[in-house]
């Protein structure tokens, strides 16, 4: 069985995960009113403009967004069918599936950047000075590798 909790680090821990629910629900609900798009949407189409040539493997897409192969299938599905993004099959693999952004998709990336990174910034980043920010970094990198 599990050590249970100090107080402390009860109230640190709900602390984390009452702002973060409001955080998320503040940027998806704001994104989506702006420009239509979802915060999976975006963060697809933030990967993929990252990704050499803008494609990126359907497993490797799944394991950056941390999400299932189920999910990330359907997320895909879903984008394919807006114009957003094209699925192929790998050139040097054709078992395997490759998404790329699609021009319509660049463009609704660049349109929803603005309003995105404005919400970020009035959200999270404004709250925050540079020693806090650097602390968050180091704390969830080490927990999104373990």
């Known amino acids: 069985m599990?050590?249970?909790?100090?107080?402390t680090q009860l109230k640190h821990w709900q602390t984390y995960v009452e702002s973060?629910?409001?955080?998320h629900t503040r940027l998806e609900d704001?994104?989506?009113?702006?420009?239509g798009l979802s915060m999976n949407d975006y963060h697809v189409l933030v990967a993929l403009t990252e990704a050499p040539d803008r494609r990126i493997r359907m497993g490797e897409l799944a394991n950056r967004l941390v999400l299932s192969p189920s999910r990330i299938t359907y997320q895909i599905t879903?984008?394919?069918k807006r114009g957003l993004v094209e699925?192929?099959?790998c050139a040097d693999d054709g078992r395997g599936?490759?998404?790329l952004i699609t021009e319509r998709g660049l463009a609704a990336l660049r349109d929803a950047a603005p309003a995105h990174l404005e919400t970020v910034r009035r959200s999270f980043i404004d709250h925050l000075d540079d020693e806090e920010l650097a602390a968050i970094g180091r704390a969830f990198a080490k927990i999104r590798k373990a």
């Open 97 to 99: 599936q490759e998404a």
């Open 20 to 23: 973060s629910w409001a955080l």
């Open 78 to 80: 879903s984008m394919v």
């Open 2 to 7: 599990a050590e249970p909790l100090s107080g």
């Open 30 to 35: 704001e994104l989506r009113a702006a420009t």
């Open 87 to 89: 699925k192929q099959s």
